[in-house]
């Protein structure tokens, strides 16, 4: 792992009498794992994990699969019966004999090889693998023991029916399979996956296979020790991916690889910063992670973090209200992204909320607090996709990144239910419920980008109601816009990503819950269409005549098993990508 900047984890002088000091209750001699608070300071510094050092590049030399340790081939399987439903089908699979697998090109010539052992292995798996036709399924590893040489195994790789257009998501699912099966074979130094004549290059988004195998190898080892550090993929070194057609541009494909890690590696940002415990990530912490995005993107960002003096000047009221209960100082990130070129005709705002940790405030959470580090699942989108917006380098395309970056905590400066706060556009806000606080901090980001910066259009990422999470489960994120135009862009950029959304109502008549008796509006409505209510809070805070998408992220953003999954920033690379013209 590796401290802010991308840089090996060697700690400063500073980081090690932060370590030092902070182990004061420890045995003594022993040395922190990982950089966190003293009993009188916060932390200022987060490591990041670094993307596996693997090599990805497509190749035509045919020897290389000779090479390998691990072989994948991928496979097609019969065409699919276009007359015959699924019960037919399974009904046939039943009453029938297994048929024979025809194989081709490399896959063909293995076999032959090999006496015969990959068919054997077809049929005996063809319930589960269909001879390739079930699309993304693997039958299991065969491994080739020969006198005076290393084992090799040789994976077959469903490829789905023979004739049949690429799923959506079936590249990126390969990269998945690819990455897994790597890291599950043990002691292997190269990988070769093998793709056969028929396959079409020419429509493969070649970038979502290094996404997902990169992505997928992510593991968090910043706060493990001893045995339970786990490595994945520690002998890897290479993947060639090899066409057995050859194809068209084999330059242009590697350079479609390098896309994919850059977008990997925000992914790995995003999640790292979702992952990393309250008393390691807060405002000051945040906001260093943005200085360095900047100091690593070639000149291509630049980092402006405003402070409370600064906020209370331009009447912050809202985002500062939220922030005077943390330990803290608020920390309002803006990142600016400028093409190499210098021009840009499209001025574009990516807003992000930044809660380091909710505690609910002074209406506090009864249940699940301890995975309100998540709360900053909308900023880490947002500074993930600057990362890699940085190293992708999109033309004509100005974008400015935006985290109002704070904690809600419970001190006796916290704001309370009924205090009335004034927002940076004038607007008043009773507090009703103070664990309704992102919005809140979103408000003074919304109107700094539109009237401070002048974005053209606006989206905003924020992990902000369960509402959500109830309507749409834990995979899909809610859109609410009234601009057709940019829910078009942003439905075809979640179908390219797959993170995966849904437009959603606005509905007006439920602006009556946010009704005051004595402010302009309340900042919460009843416990009915919370979701909608909340992205109608958020509307009084933007032009009515730009283009602008709430975006709420709560349910995708977390998984139960793994943690953290990096949610977001694929589709705000994408949507930012489109807006401009790549390099």
């Not at 798996?125 to 993304?136: E, I, R, S, T």
């Not at 990997?264 to 990393?276: M, P, Q, R, T, Y």
Request: with cysteine.
């Amino acid at each position: 792992s590796f401290v802010a900047g991308m840089k090996p984890s060697k700690p400063s002088s500073m980081s090690r009498s932060r370590r030092t000091s902070s182990l004061a209750m420890s045995a003594e001699g022993v040395e922190s794992p990982f950089t966190t608070w003293t009993f009188d300071s916060p932390c200022t510094e987060m490591e990041f994990n670094r993307i596996v050092t693997v090599s990805m590049e497509v190749t035509e030399d045919m020897s290389s699969i000779d090479d390998a340790d691990l072989v994948v081939l991928g496979i097609y399987g019969p065409p699919k019966d276009e007359d015959e439903d699924e019960d037919e089908e399974k009904e046939s699979e039943e009453d029938s004999e297994v048929p024979e697998p025809t194989l081709t090109g490399k896959a063909k010539e293995m076999d032959e090889a090999l006496g015969g052992a990959l068919t054997e292995a077809m049929v005996e798996n063809y319930k589960a693998f269909k001879h390739g036709g079930k699309a993304g399924g693997t039958a299991p590893t065969l491994r080739i023991v020969s006198s005076g040489s290393k084992t090799k195994r040789v994976l077959l790789f469903g490829l789905g029916p023979a004739g049949e257009d690429l799923e959506d998501g079936f590249v990126a699912k390969m990269g998945k399979t690819l990455a897994s099966k790597c890291d599950a074979e043990k002691k292997i130094k190269s990988c070769s996956l093998v793709l056969p004549a028929s396959f079409p290059t020419a429509d493969a988004p070649l970038a979502d296979l290094s996404t997902e195998f990169y992505s997928t190898l992510y593991s968090d080892n910043r706060y493990r020790t001893g045995d339970k550090v786990t490595k994945k993929v520690e002998d890897l070194e290479s993947v060639s991916v090899i066409f057995e057609d050859g194809i068209e541009d084999s330059s242009a494909a590697n350079a479609a690889f390098e896309v994919g890690k850059s977008l990997a590696s925000g992914i790995s940002l995003s999640k790292d910063i979702v992952n990393a415990p309250h008393n390691v990530l807060n405002s000051e912490t945040l906001a260093n992670v943005a200085r360095q995005i900047a100091e690593e993107s070639g000149g291509t960002i630049s980092c402006k973090v405003l402070g409370k003096e600064e906020c209370e000047a331009r009447g912050m009221g809202a985002y500062l209200g939220v922030a005077r209960g943390s330990e803290t100082e608020p920390q309002f990130i803006h990142l600016t992204y400028t093409p190499k070129s210098g021009t840009a005709s499209k001025k574009l705002g990516v807003v992000g909320k930044g809660l380091l940790f909710d505690t609910g405030g002074y209406n506090i959470k009864t249940q699940m607090m301890e995975l309100m580090k998540f709360d900053c699942g909308g900023s880490a989108a947002v500074l993930g996709a600057a990362k890699a917006v940085g190293d992708l380098a999109p033309e004509d395309v100005e974008v400015h990144f935006i985290v109002a970056a704070c904690e809600n905590m419970i001190n006796e400066r916290a704001y309370v239910p009924s205090d009335i706060l004034t927002a940076s556009n004038g607007k008043t806000i009773e507090i009703v419920n103070t664990d309704a606080e992102g919005r809140l901090t979103l408000a003074d980001a919304l109107v700094y980008a539109d009237k401070e910066v002048g974005c053209e259009s606006i989206i905003e990422l924020s992990t902000l109601t369960g509402a959500c999470m109830i309507s749409l489960g834990k995979k899909v994120c809610g859109v609410w816009t009234s601009d057709d135009d940019l829910a078009k862009e942003l439905e075809t950029a979640s179908k390219v990503t797959g993170d995966k959304s849904w437009r959603m109502p606005l509905e007006k008549e439920y602006n009556e819950q946010l009704k005051s008796k004595i402010a302009d509006i309340t900042n919460c409505g009843t416990r009915y269409g919370g979701a909608i209510t909340a992205a109608l809070f958020l509307q009084n805070f933007v032009s009515s005549k730009k283009p602008f998408a709430h975006i709420d992220i709560a349910g995708p953003v977390w998984d139960d098993k793994t943690g953290a999954t990096g949610f977001g920033t694929k589709l705000v690379t994408e949507w930012v990508s489109k807006q401009g013209k790549s390099e």
